[in-house]
């Protein structure tokens, strides 16, 4: 779905392409966003305006080999986007890459940046959230890595859109015991008991 900013249109890589160019990265890589969420489910139930790729902070480098050739800029909060110079290391602050092919082109993929320590994925958002880092992710049937889907939807719980609802009510129903269970308990650390999504969770049977 090609959409437009401020610093030119967005017409995002479709996933099958996404996933084909970081097929050949040694370091660990994983869907995010709402494609993360559909494969989970396990079908397309909503457009997208991007398509995003979680690194590691400290594999990031690795983004510009894979992409060697393309225009890496940094979103540098609040709400700058400036050129990533090769072999730049970003500070923590800065989170979200985005890439195109060339100049004239439209932005294709958003690269996000989280942190780990050790064999643990850290939550920037609070540091108390943690989780192995083997636990992370899944693998879709057709080997493409993706972030689970309750990790994903902890990111989306801070200031839920139309698209992170969405998200949710579809998820809800696929997610097991301990998935809805570290999801309630993740949201009402970083987000208070009274999030709606944690009463949801813990009302809804498992399927």
Request: glycine letters at 6%.
């Amino acid at each position: 779905m090609r959409t437009e900013t401020p610093w030119g249109p967005w017409d995002p890589a479709p996933l099958e392409e996404a996933a084909r160019l970081f097929a050949p990265l040694r370091a660990p890589w994983w869907i995010a966003g709402g494609y993360a969420v559909e494969l989970a489910v396990g079908h397309t139930f909503r457009d997208h305006g991007d398509i995003d790729v979680l690194l590691l902070r400290r594999d990031q480098l690795t983004a510009q080999q894979i992409l060697a050739g393309w225009e890496w800029w940094a979103a540098d909060p609040p709400g700058t986007l400036r050129p990533w110079l090769p072999g730049e290391v970003l500070p923590r602050h800065v989170h979200d890459i985005w890439c195109r092919p060339g100049p004239a082109e439209p932005w294709r993929i958003q690269l996000m940046l989280d942190d780990a320590e050790g064999t643990d994925w850290l939550f920037r958002r609070d540091p108390r959230i943690r989780l192995p880092l083997d636990r992370l992710g899944r693998v879709s049937k057709d080997g493409v890595p993706y972030l689970s889907p309750e990790v994903q939807l902890l990111y989306k719980a801070k200031s839920p859109r139309p698209k992170d609802e969405q998200d949710f009510a579809t998820a809800l129903p696929t997610l097991t015991a301990d998935q809805r269970a570290w999801l309630t308990e993740t949201i009402t650390l970083a987000q208070g008991a009274d999030h709606p999504w944690a009463a949801r969770l813990r009302a809804h049977p498992v399927g």
